[in-house]
């Protein structure tokens, strides 16, 4: 049998999690994880990554699906993809990368009742023989060391968005 051990998570598994919303929380409150709060977008790190710099883009109002967001939001929230895509390229020189979008639980969204894209960062060989035989990720990189990377070129993408 084997036996990994993520004690991180169990905050997350006891917590109560009926109606709260990652993003919306993240909104009202100064947290570790938040890169950029813009007017109508809004750039996290995911909590739990599937590699460093897997980041979650999405619009700053409640909203589970692309018809209910409005022709300014869809605009910001693609130039914010664009632009994390840019600062990930910057700061982690990665090989490629990996953009979707889950809409409904069934295809995988974590968090379905509010629309978001994960952004994950790609490196040839980061999937290994610990991956494919272990089925284990190792994400070789602390989370709070990634954000202190990255957050002051979000830092910059503010006044680029808002000008």
């Given at each position: 049998m084997k036996t990994m051990w993520a004690p991180w998570r169990i905050e997350y598994i006891l917590s109560d999690k009926?109606?709260?919303?990652?993003?919306?929380?993240a909104l009202s409150e100064n947290d570790d994880l938040t890169l950029y709060k813009g007017r109508l977008t809004m750039v996290m790190m995911n909590k739990f990554p599937y590699t460093n710099g897997h980041?979650?883009?999405a619009?700053?109002?409640h909203v589970s699906s692309l018809?209910?967001?409005?022709?300014?939001?869809?605009?910001?929230l693609m130039a914010t993809v664009e632009r994390s895509v840019a600062i990930l390229k910057k700061v982690m020189n990665p090989d490629g990368?990996?953009?979707?979008?889950?809409?409904?639980?069934?295809?995988?969204?974590?968090?379905?009742?509010?629309?978001h894209f994960h952004i994950v960062p790609r490196w040839f060989g980061d999937v290994n023989a610990l991956t494919v035989f272990g089925e284990v990720r190792v994400i070789p990189e602390h989370i709070q060391s990634?954000?202190?990377?990255?957050?002051?070129?979000?830092?910059k993408l503010e006044i680029s968005i808002l000008n």
């Open positions: 009926e109606g709260i919303c990652i993003f919306c929380d980041l979650l883009v619009p700053t109002r018809s209910e967001l409005q022709k300014d939001e869809m605009g910001e990368f990996n953009i979707g979008l889950n809409l409904g639980k069934v295809a995988g969204a974590g968090v379905e009742e509010h629309l990634t954000y202190h990377n990255l957050k002051p070129q979000f830092d």
